[in-house]
């Protein structure tokens, strides 16, 4: 099939014009590149989002839709909640940021400002079926309109559904020039959905094509299958604006749902210094820039006079206690010691006292990390430092709390008093967890196939007084592939954010920034 979109003037969708205001969440694209002008349409899908088609922003979109991810090659705008074009309702904002799906012709377009007044389109979730109607809408050309003011609306027919797209048939309808991108919706009880949008087309029908070409097919790019995606990316601005310099606490684990081997990836929780706790939902691809897609509030910070019981929180870590959602055990100020067995997006369950308040032993810890260093397949073993130097191991906390007696990996020792910041990870592949330790004087190590018997072996991943004496936290997680946690995610003094794929024996390899 021909493509829909070509340089010049405004076009729009061979259908009736919509009522004012109806479907107002479609969007006309400008674009201004290699000297030229064009025209498509899209659908806002997040405040400051709106998905169209990728060839609309690319050089030769009649050949290749591909783009590279980034700003757009010339100056480009978005016409949100104006319907009439002749009006002054609604929102002019420039683009400011493309993000393309690999394989597919769609694109996230980032607005350079969110979109007020207009209520954005959700993502259908139901896969779209043959013969199933659809309503395509659209500022592309009509049948007697070169340069049309209003927006149009048509149905469309599904004839065949593929894996990444559909071809429809329009009914007294087509797609023309100026409608590519434009939404593609499923409507049930009044509500709109979006399953697709419009890619390519044989334009029959539309003025300036060959009256002799009759064909009303097109072709469009599924979304119904990507809800996913579009969630992710939509949510990269919020991630990014988090006071990252303020997290004193961070801790990994699979609290939004899926497990190790599943498509979802683990999540974060963040304690803030102002006593604020984030639960950062893992995404469901393997983008290493973005490994995050949503975020939930587990605690408020408190508005004074009022206090949270989270400003007492001094260490915190990840654990597995099975039986659904990950865990969570705390430490806290007056020295208790707290296991909530599940941790989900609304909140802290199963809460179990593993050492009481104002107790004399646990006040004198100063790290603590979960992981699975005993036969029990769980990350529940509890693996802490001291304040005297001691390194101790607590099999089991589902079983045995931390009643029974520690395991000592290691007897006291003054350079043990050093180590700030500790993680568990699968980093070296043996039969148990890793330890990584980051000291005071910035030095990083590597402890492979911690268990019961103690430390086997250590490998240096930083030298001292290398920059990381400028780390908040980490922890070490499957934020990228989930084979395995052998992902290390470091939160920095400055506002940035570093995520080193891959840990291995040889230590961190490539840092990006997720957090600029």
Known sequence: MSSTLLTGSAHALSGETVKDGTYAFTAKLDIERDG????????????????????????????????????????????????????????????????????????????AK???????????????????????TGFGRTKTEWVPTKLHAASFTVDAVQDSKLEVTGKDAAVCKGDTGGPALRESGGRAEL?????????????GTDPAETRTGAVDARV???????????????????????????????FTGDSAGGTRHM??????????????????????NHPFAAEYQLAEPPKPPKTSIWQHAKQITGASFGGGTDGLVVRWGDGEL??????????????????????????????????????????????????????????????????????KLLAKSSAWTYATQISSGEFTGK??????????????????????????????????????????AMAGGAFVTNGRANDLIVPWRNGSVSLYPGVDAAGTHEEIKIVK
Not at 119 to 136: F, N, S
Not at 196 to 204: E, L, R
Not at 359 to 369: K, L, M
């Open 114 to 136: 969110p979109v007020s007044g207009v209520t954005p389109v959700a993502i259908g979730t139901d896969p779209v079926a043959t013969g199933e109607q659809l309503k395509m």
């Open 224 to 254: 119904d299958d990507l809800g996913a995606w579009v969630q992710q990316v939509r949510y990269r601005p919020a991630f990014a604006a988090a006071p990252w310099e303020k997290a004193t606490h961070i801790a990994s684990g699979y």
């Open 195 to 207: 399953v697709a949008v419009n890619s390519t087309s044989w334009q029959g029908g539309c003025l």
């Open 338 to 407: 707290t296991q909530y067995t599940h941790v989900d997006a609304k909140g802290f369950h199963g809460e179990k006292k593993l050492a009481p308040a104002k107790n004399t032993t646990w006040p004198h810890t100063t790290q603590i990390t979960a992981g699975r260093y005993s036969a029990n397949q769980q990350r529940d073993d509890l693996l802490v430092t001291w304040d005297d130097g001691r390194v101790t191991l607590h099999p089991d906390l589902g079983t045995n709390a931390v009643a029974t007696k520690a395991q």
């Open 431 to 472: 039969k148990t967890m890793d330890l990584l330790v980051r000291w005071s004087s910035g030095k990083a190590t590597l402890y492979p196939g911690v268990d019961a018997a103690g430390f086997h072996g250590e490998t240096t991943v930083r030298q001292e007084k290398s920059y990381w004496t400028n780390s908040n």
């Open 36 to 111: 030229g002008k064009r025209s498509c349409s899209g659908a806002l899908v997040d405040k400051q989002w709106v998905l169209s088609a990728a060839r609309c922003f690319a050089a030769d979109p009649g050949k290749d839709f591909r783009i590279d991810e980034g700003a757009p090659k010339g100056k480009a705008t978005a016409t949100v909640g104006r319907t009439d074009l002749s009006g002054t309702a609604g929102s002019v904002m420039d683009i400011a940021e493309l993000v393309p799906y690999a394989g597919r012709d769609l694109v996230m377009a980032r607005l």
């Open 267 to 288: 999540d974060m929780i963040v304690r803030w210094s102002d006593a604020e706790v984030t639960l950062y939902q893992g995404a469901d691809d393997k983008d290493p």
